[in-house]
Structures are given as structure tokens and as C-alpha cells.
């Protein structure tokens, strides 16, 4: 019987100079990155992570912050040479995009066959796509759908009036936040949201509200150099002392802690 080789042919097994052409680049980029102080890469995994976070928790305004940004600026956040075709660049850097949108929707809470399913038909229509700013605005696209299916998906089940003041509070999680706003947002009165809230998401409305800062909090922690009296005021927590003692009894440990451990 023939024996079948544990490597495919043309492998970097059988073809080791390969391996070694590759560490040979990645060195000396790495060298030249360091002599220039360059630390786009460090900022790069920053962005990276911002927008795993905005994703992955369904923010959509904070969504929609990024891409009128990024219209204004004609910047896009995935970045980085691959190719010197501009239309394969542009696909190589759409499929890494898609890659991050996709884990980002399931720890969301997506169900895997959807994000899959959402991923393949992207992927399948920029490869119909030659110009590469079609295809980066497709990206575009594609950040905002999975970024409203994690809303659709975690809210699917409440009412409109829960919808309505859920969406409220992202858009306004840098102020504070009243029961009488949420009441005013979804035209209800305040104890018919304040029981709406407990029967649908087994939660007070002050203590989903503290919930989603606190998970704001996270973000900031892991993506900015922010102190935490900063972080405190920026999401509108009545003080320091209060935030610090919030966070230690949602997540057991203090903010410094958590930012240690991340970073």
C-alpha cells in the first residue's frame, strides 16, 4: 500500500525556504516599524477592539457614530498591505473585516448558523464587486447589519416600548439617565416601564441602565488609557467612588484590576 504523506504536496514541510522567505519579512517589517517608532500597529489592535465591543453588545448608534465618521473622513478602521492589486487588497482587507463582525456577532449573542450565513453572503457579493471602494463600502454595510441583528437578536423578544427605551439608553449612555426620559421615550408612564422592564428583562430600568454603562465601562478600560475618574464622569456615574463600587460588585474586582487583566 502507498503510503500517504502527513503533508500535501508543495507543503511548507517539503518546502521549508518558504517558511523562512516569510520570517525574513516579517522580521525586518518589524525592525522598520520599531527604527520609524512606528505604533500604528498597537492603534490598529485598539480600533479593532472598539469596534468588536460596539458590535458585539448591538450598540447601533454608536454604529452609526462610526460610519458617519468614516464618511467624513474617508477613513476606514481595517487597515494594512497585502497586495499590490488595489482590488485584491480590497477584498483580502473585506474578508478580515467580515472575520471580526462574524465572532463579534456570536459573543453577542447571534446564533452561528445566522452569522455564518450572513458572513458567507457578504463574502459572496464583494467577489462579484471590481472596484474596491464598492467593495469597502459593502464593508460598511456589513458592520451595520451585524452590529443591528446582535440588537435584533438580545431584543427580539420585547416589546416596542422595550426596544424603544433599550435604544434609548445606548444613545445616551455618556448622560444620565432618568425613568421619567424612558417613560418620555417610548410615551409610557413611568410605572408601566418600570414593570415592563422587570417582566421582560427581569431587571429595574436604573439597573439595566447601570448595567450597560458598566459594560461601557469595560470598553473604555480595555481600548483607552482613560483614568478611571475620567471614565466615571464620561458615563455620567454620580462620582468616582460610586462607579468603583458598582464595578466591584458586577464584575469582583476593581476597575484597575479589570484593565490590568486585559491588558
Known amino acids: ?57 448591538g450598540d447601533v448608534a454608536a454604529v452609526d457614530d462610526r460610519i458617519r465618521s468614516i464618511e467624513q473622513s474617508g477613513s476606514y478602521m481595517i487597515v494594512g498591505y497585502l497586495s499590490d492589486s488595489p482590488l485584491r487588497q480590497a477584498r483580502y482587507l473585506f474578508v478580515s473585516a467580515i472575520t471580526i463582525y462574524t465572532r463579534a456577532a456570536m459573543d453577542g449573542g447571534v446564533p452561528e448558523e445566522i452569522a455564518y450565513n450572513i458572513s458567507d453572503s457578504y463574502i459572496q457579493a464583494a467577489d462579484q464587486l471590481t472596484d474596491p471602494d464598492e467593495i469597502t463600502l459593502l464593508s460598511v454595510h456589513a458592520m451595520r447589519e451585524f452590529t443591528q441583528e446582535v440588537a435584533d437578536c438580545n431584543y427580539r423578544s420585547c416589546s416596542p416600548a422595550v426596544r424603544t427605551c433599550c435604544a434609548y439608553i445606548q444613545a445616551h449612555l455618556h448622560d444620565p439617565i432618568t425613568l421619567q426620559d424612558l417613560a418620555d421615550a417610548c410615551r409610557r408612564s413611568r410605572n408601566y416601564v418600570s414593570d415592563l ?7 429595574r430600568p436604573m439597573q439595566y441602565i447601570r448595567t ?27 462620582s468616582h467612588s460610586s462607579f468603583s463600587r458598582y464595578f466591584a460588585a458586577h464584575y469582583g474586582m476593581t476597575p484597575l484590576t479589570y484593565r490590568r487583566r486585559k491588558n
Open 197 to 203: 422592564f422587570e417582566k421582560e428583562l427581569h431587571q
Open 1 to 57: 500500500m502507498k503510503k500517504i504523506s502527513q503533508y500535501p504536496p508543495h507543503s511548507y514541510h517539503e518546502n521549508p525556504a518558504v517558511g523562512r522567505a516569510i520570517r525574513k519579512k516579517v522580521q525586518q517589517t518589524l525592525f522598520e516599524d520599531r527604527e520609524n517608532a512606528n505604533e500604528l500597529p498597537h492603534h490598529e489592535r485598539l480600533e479593532e477592539k472598539k469596534l468588536y465591543a460596539i458590535i458585539s453588545s
Open 212 to 238: 450597560q454603562k458598566l459594560q461601557a465601562a469595560c470598553n473604555l478600560l480595555e481600548t483607552t488609557d482613560l483614568p478611571v475618574a475620567d471614565i466615571a464622569t464620561t458615563l455620567a456615574f454620580p
